[in-house]
């Protein structure tokens, strides 16, 4: 009996140890540990595993200068050289231009001062005013004894008129007793308003024969240029001379320099009559002898200027076609002549005293600065 006990109790403990191994248990089953596994992981199996970060080889940086001896590359290696990085601290380096000095521009008949009367400006100075810059003179000598202080004042309305927008001003005298005489009464005047230049207009049928018969005196007490121009002077302005065209030629060497002891700043070259006949040629080598004997003595300051007229220039068209080559274009002789002198001289006068001249003034200053 007691056997048979033994045995039921055997048999009952073999029972429940294969009822354990063939089911589930909760506790005797080991649960794997998961390490650093986010929370959200346990709601989302698929995330259980952390995502593995292989890692990328480092790119080797391809040169951005491409030696010459290289084909050209093909559009993958142009790609990758577009997707390498550049440091920003090592500015790639530029070429900078080297500067190429230039030279001061050579004056051309487009930017000389043009010099015309002060009744001109007045009357043409909106027409005229794109031809900018111009210089004014008022012509204060008269040959008519009766009209000439009815002339002068009118002379100095049309002047005073002409230099309130800051033109530069002169003055035209024909002899020293009438430039003295306004200078006391005026000459103060004169220079509060702007005007800086006197011009000595020596002509025999204007200027006194005892003034005449001096101009090549090589005292500069005597010589009536250099008188002129101190008294000029001593009133504070610019002294230029303007004597007939072969005038200025034929004085001597020992005259000029007593012009400039007495203070003469300049010279102006009536070229009018001369430029009319002649190829540009040999007036350009005119004009360049005598500006260079000129400045030999006195110095590259001292200042030239020329003079021309509209209707002796329309003249010299027809003699350029003719006789010298030219191609025909109004006032296109004078224009080349101007422009090839340009660099020597300070300024263009250009003369008109009539209504006939004065009408051609506006469009003759344009050409000159075509």
């Not at 698929?46 to 292989?54: D, E, S, V």
């Not at 004014?136 to 309305?157: C, G, H, I």
Request: net charge neutral; glycine share 6%.
């Amino acid at each position: 009996m007691g056997r048979v006990i033994i045995l039921s109790v055997l048999i009952a403990m073999l029972f429940v140890v294969n009822v354990r191994s063939e089911g589930e248990s909760p506790i005797s089953t080991p649960v794997p540990t998961i390490t650093n596994t986010p929370k959200m992981s346990l709601y989302l199996p698929w995330l259980w595993q952390p995502i593995r970060r292989t890692p990328v080889p480092t790119r080797t940086r391809i040169p951005t200068r491409i030696p010459t001896s290289t084909r050209t590359p093909t559009m993958t290696s142009t790609m990758t050289s577009t997707m390498t990085s550049v440091p920003t601290n090592t500015p790639t380096p530029t070429n900078t231009p080297t500067p190429i000095p230039t030279s001061t521009p050579t004056a051309t008949s487009s930017n000389i001062p043009i010099m015309i009367s002060t009744d001109n400006y007045n009357t043409y100075k909106t027409q005229i005013s794109p031809y900018a810059p111009f210089t004014v003179y008022a012509w204060m000598s008269d040959p008519f004894l009766a009209q000439r202080e009815v002339n002068y004042t009118n002379a100095k309305t049309q002047l005073v008129n002409a230099v309130s927008d800051g033109t530069p001003g002169g003055i035209i005298f024909t002899s020293i007793g009438r430039m003295q005489e306004k200078l006391a009464i005026d000459g103060a005047y004169y220079r509060s308003i702007g005007v800086t230049t006197l011009y000595y207009n020596t002509e025999g049928e204007l200027t006194p024969a005892s003034e005449m018969n001096t101009l090549n005196n090589p005292d500069p007490l005597v010589n009536s240029v250099a008188r002129f121009a101190a008294i000029a002077d001593s009133y504070g302005f610019i002294t230029i001379w303007g004597p007939i065209r072969n005038t200025a030629d034929s004085v001597s060497n020992n005259a000029i320099q007593a012009m400039l002891a007495g203070g003469l700043d300049g010279i102006g070259l009536q070229e009018q009559k001369f430029i009319e006949t002649a190829c540009c040629n040999t007036r350009i080598s005119a004009v360049n002898n005598t500006v260079s004997r000129w400045r030999g003595l006195a110095g590259s300051n001292f200042i030239v200027g020329i003079q021309v007229m509209a209707s002796r220039c329309a003249n010299g068209d027809t003699y350029g076609v003719t006789n010298c080559g030219e191609s025909y274009l109004q006032y296109e002789h004078c224009r080349v002549f101007v422009g090839a002198i340009a660099s020597e001289i300070n300024s263009l006068g250009i003369f008109s005293m009539n209504p006939t001249e004065n009408a051609l003034l506006p469009g003759f200053i344009a050409a000159m600065r075509r």
